[in-house]
């Protein structure tokens, strides 16, 4: 899929709008994108065998990692030591005290080539809200 890819609340209503029966012009028409983009999208929920009611239901950072999984951030080496350790961060962040920035440090000191502050704060969030 060449180009900017959708917002994923629009990748939502694509499905919806599928489901109900609308024609791949229809959708494509009413949602403002090419009927090609359209027919990428459902090419992919099908060729993944991805249940539609499912899709509807999870996040969207959640579905954007199932429909645009060659997104670099999603195999960054700093991205899988961060989800590795999610759970402890979480569990840590419970206890008084703990803020996210003493977490972070904690993460770089371990990581040396780890993100930025505000990188970790941000697939933090994405990774605590889809788990």
């Avoid at 949602?31 to 090609?36: D, M, P, Q, V």
């Avoid at 027919?39 to 645009?68: C, F, N, Q, T, W």
């Avoid at 780890?114 to 788990?131: D, N, P, R, V």
Wanted: contains cysteine; charged residues 25%.
């Amino acid at each position: 899929m060449a180009g900017k890819p959708s917002p994923m609340s629009q990748i939502k209503q694509m499905i919806r709008l599928h489901k109900q029966g609308y024609a791949i012009k229809s959708i494509a028409r009413s949602l403002g994108i090419s009927k090609n983009m359209v027919k990428s999208y459902l090419y992919k929920i099908g060729e993944a065998r991805l249940d539609m009611e499912e899709l509807l239901a999870v996040d969207d950072p959640v579905l954007e990692g199932l429909l645009h999984s060659g997104n670099p951030a999603y195999r960054d080496p700093r991205y899988e030591y961060l989800k590795e350790r999610l759970r402890y961060f979480e569990e840590e962040l419970d206890k008084v005290g703990v803020t996210r920035k003493l977490l972070w440090e904690e993460y770089r000191a371990c990581y040396p080539e780890s993100y930025g502050y505000s990188q970790f704060c941000y697939h933090f969030s994405q990774l605590s809200a889809s788990s």
